[in-house]
């Protein structure tokens, strides 16, 4: 079923991003959409918690704790 939205409020929110792309206002309300659901649907626990893993993936089986010694490592020091 199409939708139509007509308005002048809508008309300019739709033809800024048209011009910079070089688009249609019909694309630039289609992209909006689109990423306003991607916002909607991000998983705000799943991210860092799979950030988590990998960080421990990385670490390998034996991880060593960050002590002064290593720290001094990273930069030269002694």
């Known amino acids: 079923m199409p939708l139509f939205i007509k308005g002048p409020t809508v008309d300019a929110l739709a033809h800024d991003p048209a011009s910079l ?3 249609t206002e019909t694309e630039a309300v289609r992209q909006a959409s689109r990423g306003a659901l991607a916002c909607e649907t991000d998983d705000l626990v799943a991210q860092p918690t799979a950030f988590a893993r ?4 990385q670490a390998g089986p034996n991880p060593q704790p960050v002590d ?3 720290l001094n490592g990273l930069y030269g020091g002694s």
Not at 54 to 57: A, D, H, P, V, W
């Open 21 to 23: 792309t070089r688009g």
């Open 68 to 70: 002064q010694a290593f």
């Open 54 to 57: 990998r960080l421990r993936e």
